[in-house]
Nanobody
């Protein structure tokens, strides 16, 4: 599967942004999908994920209650709705997919990655 993330941009603190990640290829519904982010000079960290099958979502503590991951299998797309954005949310955001993992916060568990989209939150 090939992934392409888009929707990043500049937003003021307290604002909202929705990222999308479009996938090509077959069997999109069989993949668990994750969102990660990487700030300059830092490691890539888990943001949220949505499982294959009956979808269950998981979030990092830092975004829980502010961000929502959803998927539309008919459109081969996964979304990250980000509300109440903070300057510390500034990062490049990546979508990822994997056929085997059900839920994982480790980037090493995901085999497929999109190119990343930059989100900048100004104070």
């Amino acid at each position: 599967v090939q992934l392409q993330a888009y929707g990043g941009g500049l937003v003021q603190a307290g604002g909202s942004l929705r990222l999308s990640c479009a996938a090509s290829g077959d069997s999109f519904s069989r993949y668990t999908l994750g969102w990660f982010r990487q700030a300059p000079g830092e490691e890539r960290t888990f943001v949220g994920s949505i499982s294959r099958g009956v979808p269950r979502t998981y979030y990092s503590d830092s975004v829980h209650g502010r961000f929502t991951v959803s998927r539309d299998n008919a459109k081969n797309t996964v979304y990250l709705q980000m509300n109440s954005l903070k300057p510390e949310d500034t990062a490049v955001y990546y979508c990822a997919a994997d056929l085997h993992v059900y839920a994982s916060t480790s980037p090493r568990q995901y085999d497929y990655w999109g190119q990343g989209t930059l989100v900048t939150v100004s104070s």
